[in-house]
């Protein structure tokens, strides 16, 4: 069956519903794009629609000229939220993902004076702690392979695949270059409340680090850690959903 998309230049939204009743804004991890999250378009309750932030340089914005620092995506992602803003929000990241996520409720608030319901981060350490000099993006074609193989996110067959890698790998230099020329700015708690979400044998991401995102929330704060590595938005992808009902249920949606 064709899907339909709803593009907003930054958002995808594959099955719009008039009927939801709040919706769910997911962004993606380094290297991913919008379809990284069709999976969970089919698997959450016709009360809540999915819309998905699709980066510039992947997927139907393959032409785009990528984006290499948080500042050329957190203002313009959150002025289309805006426009999805009439219903209640709630935000969901993955790795990088997670920090485009934090940035951009940050931005609403700031600029909208508009808090989203909840923040969903996942399997990245909380944004005020120190972070580790490194430029990945740096790296050559080589070694910059070798990272993701270490991750153990990217397929063996691709990782091999040349063609492929030459398309894919600066997508992923933009993405890391993203992550690694970061600034934390402090600023007020957020207003609502913070699940974390990891793996217990994520080789990047401890608990601990986990565990401190209960500082930028002024609300409740969750964390759940899953048997899994990294990519556990893929491999514990149904636990997670359970978890985010769960804790969206109070505000009226299930």
């Not at 934090?102 to 005020?128: C, D, M, N, W």
Request: glycine share 6%; net charge negative.
């Amino acid at each position: 069956m064709n899907k339909v998309l709803i593009n907003r230049s930054w958002l995808l939204c594959q099955k719009p519903n008039p009927a939801a009743r709040m919706r769910l804004v997911c962004f993606p991890y380094a290297g991913g794009n919008a379809r990284i999250y069709d999976a969970w378009a089919a698997n959450l309750p016709e009360e809540l629609e999915l819309h998905v932030v699709q980066l510039p340089g992947r997927g139907n914005r393959f032409a785009d000229p990528l984006c290499s620092h948080i500042s050329g995506i957190v203002p313009v992602v959150a002025k289309e939220i805006m426009a999805i803003s009439d219903k209640p929000l709630v935000f969901f990241g993955h790795s990088m993902g997670a920090l485009l996520g934090f940035e951009t409720a940050r931005q609403l608030l700031r600029e909208y004076a508009k808090p989203i319901g909840h923040l969903f981060v996942s399997a990245f350490k909380a944004p005020h702690l120190p972070r580790m000099k490194t430029e990945r993006y740096r790296l050559s074609d080589e070694d910059l392979i070798e990272e993701l193989r270490h991750f153990n996110g990217t397929p063996e067959i691709l990782l091999k695949d040349k063609e492929l890698m030459d398309m894919f790998l600066p997508v992923m230099r933009a993405d890391l270059e993203v992550c690694e020329t970061y600034e934390y700015r402090d600023d007020n708690p957020l207003p609502f409340p913070i699940t974390a979400f990891g793996g217990l044998y994520d080789q990047g991401i401890t608990p601990s680090e986990l565990s401190d995102w209960y500082e930028q929330t002024s609300e409740a704060f969750q964390l759940e850690l899953f048997q899994g590595d990294h990519f556990i938005v893929h491999s514990h992808r149904n636990e997670m959903l359970d978890y985010m009902k769960k804790f969206v249920k109070p505000m009226g949606v299930f």
